[in-house]
């Protein structure tokens, strides 16, 4: 397994680096956990999602809002892990990480449907919203070819991380439960949701303590580089809700 030695003389100064990739491990899995723990109280499937979001809109715009941002982050969080694992297994490390990452680009895809079906149920009403949503699932688009990726991806991830001794076998196990989280558009959540997020927290967030660790203190221009970004993404939602707000 690696220590945080082996973690220094890796190639994790490059692209995302060892700040956003180190916290983008921490931070995506917990963010998923309380999406689904936010939301655990209603029933699986769509039409109670949306049934739960006509009576509850900020406790479930806040627990999808949260789910989208998770998949967000674990873009830069495995590209870390990625460049872990082509250090000894190549293949496995681009071909594990080309589909999970695709697979992120399909449920940002999904997540932008439950958004537009939230905003039905704002504008109408429950049951033409929960209609779209019916019809939807028949209609073809091209995220449909990629959802093997977001299941399959996974597995391939995690058998690279254990040949490649990133992960011992628990880890690497936990890792591939995510091959269980149920893909689609207004997912609740179910045991399945909870056993693969579990099994995230039990992989990722340490390796992100290792990547945090593995380095010197951030310099100062590194701290103010953050800051901006994040002035930035709050101005940038503070703007956004004045100008949705109705006249």
């Known amino acids: 397994m690696f220590n945080e030695r082996s ?24 963010f998923l956990v309380i999406s689904a723990l936010l939301r655990i109280q209603f029933n699986f499937f769509f039409p109670d999602q949306l049934a739960a979001y006509d009576t509850h809109p900020t406790l479930m715009l806040t627990s999808y809002s949260l789910f989208l941002s998770g998949m967000i982050l674990l873009f830069p969080a495995i590209l870390i892990l990625v460049q872990l694992i082509s250090k000894k297994m190549p293949r496995l490390g681009l071909w594990g990480g080309l589909l999970v990452i695709v697979g992120l680009f399909a ?44 299941l399959f991806g996974w597995i391939v991830l995690a058998i690279g991380a254990y040949l490649s001794k990133v992960f011992g076998w628990f880890r690497s196990l936990a890792l591939g439960m995510m091959f269980v989280l149920a893909l689609g558009v207004l997912k609740g959540t179910n045991m399945t949701t909870i056993i693969s ?37 709050l101005s940038s939602w503070l703007f956004m809700s004045e100008m949705e707000r109705p006249n």
């Open 107 to 150: 449920r940002a895809f999904h997540s932008g449907v439950d958004h537009f079906a939230f905003q039905i149920v704002e504008s109408e009403n429950v049951e033409i919203a929960a209609n779209f949503v019916g019809e939807f699932y028949g209609m073809f688009n091209v995220v449909n070819i990629l959802n093997f990726s977001i």
């Open 197 to 233: 997020l579990t099994g995230l927290c039990i992989a990722l967030p340490p390796l992100g303590v290792q990547v945090l660790k593995s380095g010197s203190k951030p310099q100062l221009k590194t701290v103010l580089f953050y800051v901006i970004i994040i002035v930035l993404v």
């Open 7 to 30: 973690i220094s003389q890796s190639s994790i100064e490059s692209f995302p680096g060892r700040w956003l990739g180190g916290l983008s491990l921490i931070i995506a899995p917990v």
